[in-house]
């Protein structure tokens, strides 16, 4: 279970020894085709940046439990730790921060020219209330988009049945149960000082 309050900027995922889980919403031409290849293929766009969000509730609000066009499909893409960690390695974030960045001209530099862009948005809780900490979304460009379908992945699920499934329970004001079929996220462990994490 994730703690009551964990650290402002803290990254939280599914877990195994080698992997870690990201999510993604797509349209069903899409998701098909990554379903079959185990990978992102046509029409898929390697030249358009791609988010990808370690957190499966921040994915609902973002998709509306895959309600919302062309997000109707939930993939959740197992990556490898080491994949992982490079996009945090050879990231910035996505907007200047005093506590952060020693000046706006190093971001800008930093931003212009990193392949990923990292930024914390508020977490939400089951109901997809704004929580009082916040979960990373990390955006590929470039190279980091090649690695990413070339690399990284190590497999890719459809999880849109369980996100309706939940909803479902939600509707029906089974919070407990609801709760119960959400998936198990753990602390990440990485220290990331340029991206204001330090756990």
């Known amino acids: 279970m994730l703690p009551k309050t964990p650290p402002s900027r803290q990254i939280r995922a599914h877990l195994t020894e ?33 988010w ?8 609902m609000y973002r998709s509306g439990w895959a309600t919302k066009k062309e997000q109707e499909r939930i993939l959740a893409i197992d990556i490898t730790r080491m994949g992982f960690d490079w996009c945090l390695d050879n990231a910035c974030l996505s907007h200047f ?15 212009d020219t990193l392949p990923v862009l990292v930024q914390f948005d508020p977490e939400r809780s089951i109901r997809l209330d704004r929580l009082d900490f916040r ?21 890719i699920s459809d999880v849109t049945s369980v996100a309706y499934e939940i909803w479902e329970l ?5 919070d407990d149960a609801a709760k119960l ?11 990331a000082p340029h991206l204001g994490i330090t756990s």
């Open 170 to 174: 939600l509707k029906c004001g089974d």
């Open 18 to 50: 080698r992997t870690l889980r990201v999510y993604q919403a797509y349209s069903a031409e899409i998701a098909d085709g990554a379903l079959r290849a185990q990978t992102f293929v046509p029409p898929f766009k390697l030249d358009r940046m791609t």
């Open 52 to 59: 990808i969000k370690p957190s499966f509730l921040w994915m």
């Open 181 to 191: 079929r959400l998936p198990r996220e753990s602390h990440y462990p990485c220290y």
């Open 135 to 155: 979960t990373i979304q990390i955006g590929l460009a470039g190279e980091a988009v090649d690695k990413y379908i070339h690399e990284w992945i190590v497999g």
């Open 97 to 111: 921060d005093p506590t952060v960045h020693v000046s706006r001209s190093v971001w800008q530099h930093a931003r």
